[in-house]
């Protein structure tokens, strides 16, 4: 049922969705430029899992107005690629993970899937280094090599993060319900 009335409140939504989503962009990119001081520990990985969760296909919007205020805050430059696409296979895999997850459940996969996820960062790298780069498989390797004990940083601290998600998405929830989202 349709009517006039229905109208403002339904745009509203639309409204407060797109302010809310945008917000959760902003977050992202400066708990990425906070944490900038610990290298290679940093909430965003965290970030992208609860948005996803909560707002499941439009967490895409805030993942990609990251990644524009990354590229504008520290310029387009051939290291910026890897972001077009390495949030966004975390956003997939975080899609694919079943929505009725018991909590027990959910506490032990989401901080696995975001750590997993930071150790495979060189990984995902390395593919557009290797196209950007020329780099052969041996350097490629070589890459990877050299920065894995980052890699492994970078999942033990989205590990740790990573206990975080449920909660807040427990609470993004409660108060998007609040908003009517």
Known sequence: MTSKNNLPNRHHR??????????????????KI???GIPNVHPVGMLIMVITITYRAWALLPIYLF??????????????????????ILWAV???LPKNMSEKTAM?????????HGLSY??????SNGILLKFNIHQTLAWLASGFYMDVIHALGNFA??????????????ESAKLGL
């Open 14 to 31: 639309e409204l407060v969705r797109l302010i809310i989503l945008s917000i959760f962009g902003a977050l992202i990119f400066v708990s």
């Open 94 to 96: 975080t899609m694919l």
């Open 67 to 88: 990644v524009l205020f990354f590229g504008m805050f520290y310029g387009f430059q051939m290291w910026w690629y890897p972001y077009l696409y390495v949030w966004l």
């Open 34 to 36: 906070a944490f900038e």
């Open 161 to 174: 993060m990573g206990f975080l998600i449920l909660p807040l998405v427990k609470i993004v929830k409660r």
């Open 122 to 127: 060189g990984v995902l790298w390395s593919f």
């Open 108 to 116: 032990i996969v989401y901080p696995v899937v975001c750590g997993l």
